[in-house]
């Protein structure tokens, strides 16, 4: 099976643009976290989808959001970009029973860069 | 209530050494308890993850123990190896209250291995 893939793998924006940033998740896989990484905070959770629907959310602001497709792939925005948000973001999948714990597995990610 | 406290924050260790990695928790609905592995420039990989109806677990030179009374669980690196240089991050997960789950990360342990 092919991994979570991400695009694109780098990305280098200025202040104030926004940006779209997509996962394709395991074959079979329904469910799909973002995560944004930084040095000095770890792996900060952003959002979870499952069948279309934002499931659980993180503590960032509005101008983070996302969705999901009927193929279970995942976009995430950030508009109004700020210095602040340079990171890596990462998209893990996972199968997901109802109430069942489940494994995440991650992409490599997409590296933004706010000028 | 959330956090995961993980210690060291970095780790230096001579080739053959055992690396020790700590994390501890409150949260006691916290009920899986994934490993990851991550290499510069690539997302986190699953290293190893446990339940807390066991102590310990152990895959090659990977083990785990778990100490549920203490809230406390920890990463050994038997006979570590320069490859095994890279961040690792403990993980927590739980149902939160949507009925889905969600994980908590450490803040993650850079680990060199010196040759």
């Known amino acids: 099976k092919a991994g979570v893939t991400q695009t694109p793998r780098y990305l280098i924006k200025t202040r104030g643009q926004q940006v779209t940033l997509s996962c394709s998740p395991i074959s079979g896989h329904r469910s799909v976290s973002w995560y944004q990484q930084t040095p000095g905070q770890g792996l900060q959770f952003l959002f979870e989808?499952?069948?279309?629907?934002?499931?659980n959310k993180g503590n960032f602001p509005g101008r983070f959001s996302g969705r999901q497709f009927s193929n279970s792939r995942s976009e995430m925005n950030v508009s109004t970009l700020e210095l602040g948000d340079s990171a890596l973001y990462l998209c893990?999948?996972?199968?997901?029973?109802?109430?069942?714990?489940?494994?995440?597995?991650f992409g490599p990610g997409t590296r933004l860069t706010v000028l | 209530q959330q956090q995961v406290k993980q210690s060291p924050q970095s780790l230096i260790v001579q080739k053959g050494g055992i690396s020790i990695i700590n994390c501890a928790y409150e949260?006691?609905?916290?009920?899986?308890f994934p490993w990851y592995q991550q290499f510069p420039g690539k997302g986190p990989a699953l290293l190893i993850a446990?339940?807390?109806?066991?102590s310990e677990k152990k895959e090659g030179r990977f083990t785990i123990s778990f100490n549920k009374s203490a809230k406390q669980f920890s990463l050994h690196i038997m006979d570590s190896q320069p490859g095994d240089s890279a961040t690792y991050f403990c993980a927590a997960g739980s149902t939160v209250t949507s009925g889905t789950y969600k994980y908590i990360f450490g803040t993650g342990t850079r680990l060199k291995v010196l040759a």
């Open positions: 989808y499952f069948s279309e629907t934002q499931r």
């Open positions: 893990a999948s996972s199968y997901r029973l109802a109430g069942n714990t489940d494994t995440q597995y």
């Open positions: 949260n006691t609905a916290f009920d899986y």
């Open positions: 446990i339940r807390p109806d066991v």
